[in-house]
DNA sequence: TCTGGGGTCCTTATTCTC
DNA sequence: TCTGGAGAATAAGGACCC
């Protein structure tokens, strides 16, 4: 197979080129620094089309924002000053109080991410989403795919892209996915890469293994401590040293993907596992002290996951909720019902069970609701338990923490 | 002074069913 | 009826990704 890997660069500000510049915040208050711009400037549309034209001295400054929330991404000129992605937005402040902030409007998102998945299933139909701006495309069967060794399509690609969103978008051709994805990150932006097998040992072993895509801090902790740096350097270990350390399954994967090998195909249709509504509160909350919000927050998140689960055309068989306490550890308690549902008062009654089962002394920062184990209405997956008989019932009980009877009553 | 929100996949432990 | 074992299902947590 081969493979490219494409990413769009969602930024796109051409009257910001080359000021320190921070995309970033939750979404929540991305919506309000929208409502907080148009309230400071009335005359003017706040839109996302409007950016462009807006005056430079118009934008808030990174010095000026208070409250929670991450960088989604920034330019190399605030990057000089050590800011980056997900980096929180105060710390980022810090380094680089004179950045301009910009909020992320997701609605302008998702619609230029369908415009550039349109333009590249037009010219190359087997194509995998990877997220909002990210994609892997199978060019094996595309008529002139492998003039130039892809380049010729790959530039199409990004000719196409531009004229129909102007954004501009990096791509990685290989013999696999892995490959692809790593060359794409050699020329950004804007750039194409082209990497062969027989590139392996000049331009990929070099790189830190930091930068195999499924390789995060912790196992890049875990192979430093072993003096493995580069991915030469994992690489030239025995694959049986590989699974001894980091697991059958891990270790063999290391291997390979040291060694360039990659057999995953392109996967152009797939079912979502599960759909979830979360958020990270102003202030830290209790369940005694802030009972009634808290109520309030755990209602609206159910509504919300009911309403996407409806929208979307399935049943959840299992509903979940998550916490993360002040400290940031997380716990997360999942019930499974004897009947899918996308009804938010269901799901509002198996949040509130599964809430009874946790700790909630402690004050926490986020609470989420999931649901997962998805069935499309009408197929004998959704009727299970409907006219089977009752399913199993849930290990509820071993786990329940008494004391949240006590604080928090009414969540049944 | 920290650290968003939406996902996927994997591992491990426990329980249930046959 | 009891017991053991295999395998499925469930639950919790964690790593990783965009």
Known sequence: MDAFFASVELLRYPQLKGLPLVIGGGRRRETEMFERLRAAYPETDWGPDSLDRIPVDFFPLLRDYVGRGVATTATYAARQFGVGSAMGLMKAARLCPQAILLPVDFDEVRRLSRTFKRVITEIAPVMEDRGVDEVYIDFTEVPGGQREG??????????????????????????????????????????ISIVTPD??????????????????????????????????ELAARERDWLVAHFGKSYGAWLHEAAWGRDERPVVTESEPVGLSRETTFERDLHAVHDRAELGAILTRLCEQVAADLQRKGYLARTIG??????????????????????????????????????????????????????????????????????????????????RTDLLFPELD
């Not at 692809?180 to 020329?187: G, I, L, R, Y």
């Not at 000049?202 to 740096?229: E, F, T």
């Not at 996308?342 to 609701?369: E, M």
């Open 321 to 402: 909720v998550k916490l993360t306490y002040v400290g940031f550890s997380k716990v997360t308690r999942d019930l499974t019902l004897d009947a899918p549902t996308n009804d938010a008062a269901a799901i509002r009654r198996a949040a509130g069970l599964c809430l009874k089962r946790v700790d909630l002394t402690r004050r926490f920062r986020l609470l989420g609701v999931k649901s997962s184990k998805l069935v499309k209405p009408g197929t004998a997956e959704a009727a299970r338990g409907d006219q089977n008989g009752p399913l199993p019932k849930p290990r509820d009980k071993a786990h329940r923490d008494e």
């Open 150 to 191: 892809g380049r010729v399509l790959a530039r199409l690609i990004q000719k196409s892209i531009f004229e129909a969103t102007g954004l501009t978008c990096s791509i990685g051709v290989a013999p696999n996915k892995l490959l692809a994805k790593m060359a794409s990150e050699f020329n950004k932006p804007n750039g």
């Open 199 to 232: 590139d392996l040992e000049r331009l990929i072993w070099p790189l830190p293994c930091r930068k195999i895509n499924g390789v995060g801090p912790k196992a890049d902790a875990r192979l430093q401590s072993h003096g493995i740096h580069t991915i030469g």
